[in-house]
């Protein structure tokens, strides 16, 4: 893709970005967006044929914020507990922001997409001593789907509270990876410990503005 490309595709994903933390999902439509990023609707289309499109590049890049936070202030990490760091400071800040909570929750509750959450195979192995033949493809496959929609039941039921403290992201995170060990034969007890790894290092960060939306 030519640098223009580029630029142009990131200019859509910003200006859908603040206008998802305004309006909400729902309320913010295409004609919106190419019209913040004076854009026109062929040129949408080509880089996001449908507005849910969106969704991938938006949580990915916010995966990767959480993922960059980690590596920068820990290193040696082993891939589960880099992991389970990044996730923690993604959900962590996550759900503290009430449009962005929102906004979370309109996407679940619309859009059936939870791919920014594939468990990459690495991470198996290393937590269960499984090869990578220890499930075939199929295998793997169904545990994904699984594992997303258990994250993605979970997460509503977590908003469906109202309120929440921060402290309780820690539950939040323990009934999706408890979940997670089941499915992908991991070890309780090492994920008991990596879990309680990640919440001290959230705690230490817990001040820091890791951002979903604008």
């Known amino acids: 893709m030519y640098k223009t490309g580029i630029e142009t595709k990131q200019n859509i994903l910003n200006c859908s970005r603040k206008l ?51 590596e920068a202030y820990e290193k040696n990490l082993t891939p589960s507990r880099h992991h389970l760091y990044a996730v923690m400071m993604y959900y962590g800040n996550l759900y503290a922001d009430e449009k962005i909570i929102s906004f979370h929750r309109e996407v679940m509750e619309t859009v059936s997409m939870n791919v ?25 496959e169904l545990c994904v789907k699984a594992d997303n929609a258990a994250r993605r039941e979970l997460n509503l039921e977590f908003i469906s509270r109202g309120e929440f403290s921060g402290d309780d992201i820690l539950g939040l995170m323990h009934r999706i990876y408890m979940v997670n060990a089941r499915l992908f034969q991991v070890p309780q007890n090492q994920m008991e410990e990596d879990l309680e790894a990640a919440w001290q290092f959230y705690c230490r960060h817990r001040d820091v503005a890791i951002r979903l939306l604008y």
């Open 20 to 70: 998802f933390y305004e309006q909400g999902y729902r309320k913010t439509g295409v004609e919106q967006i190419c019209r913040a990023s004076n854009t026109k609707l062929g040129t949408f289309t080509y880089y996001y044929p449908k507005k849910h499109d969106l969704l991938y590049y938006l949580y990915t890049e916010y995966m990767q914020k959480c993922i960059n936070f980690v």
């Open 116 to 140: 920014w959450f594939v468990i990459p195979r690495m991470l198996i192995s290393g937590y269960s001593g499984l090869n990578h033949d220890g499930l075939d493809d199929a295998e793997y």
